[in-house]
């Protein structure tokens, strides 16, 4: 798999699943979900659960990072999209990050002295 996809989770797990030759069902019943929720999912009407991440990436054998950075991003684009944030929003919002991965660092620093 590449790195970060331009598509959203859903459209990713049925890649991943097309990829490796599973069916839509054969995949719900690794996930332990119906097939019709799975459709869903991959139609991007429903959100897929975080707590099945380890088991999709043990499923496709892909790292845990990779797959949960794709559900993040996912995750934020959605909200960036629902919120119609704007781009000079969004650079607040990333000063705004880095500014707490500072004070984090900064506080973890102290507790270490």
């Known amino acids: 798999m590449t790195s970060l996809m331009r598509t959203t ?8 699943r097309t990829e490796k ?3 839509l069902t054969q995949l719900a019943a ?8 799975l459709s869903k999912i991959e139609n991007n009407k429903r959100d897929f659960d975080e707590k099945r991440l380890s088991k999709l990436s043990k499923i496709f054998g892909i790292s845990l990072k990779e797959v949960r950075e794709e559900f993040l991003t996912d995750q934020l684009g ?16 990333e000063e705004k990050a880095e ?8 506080l ?3 507790k270490a002295i």
């Open 99 to 106: 500014y707490r991965r500072t004070i984090y660092k900064n």
């Open 78 to 93: 959605k909200k960036i999209y629902e919120m119609k944030c704007t781009k000079e929003l969004l650079k607040v919002a």
């Open 9 to 16: 989770f859903g459209e990713y797990i049925r890649l991943l």
């Open 30 to 37: 690794k996930l332990n979900l119906d097939s019709a929720n």
């Open 21 to 23: 030759g599973l069916t």
């Open 108 to 110: 973890q620093t102290e």
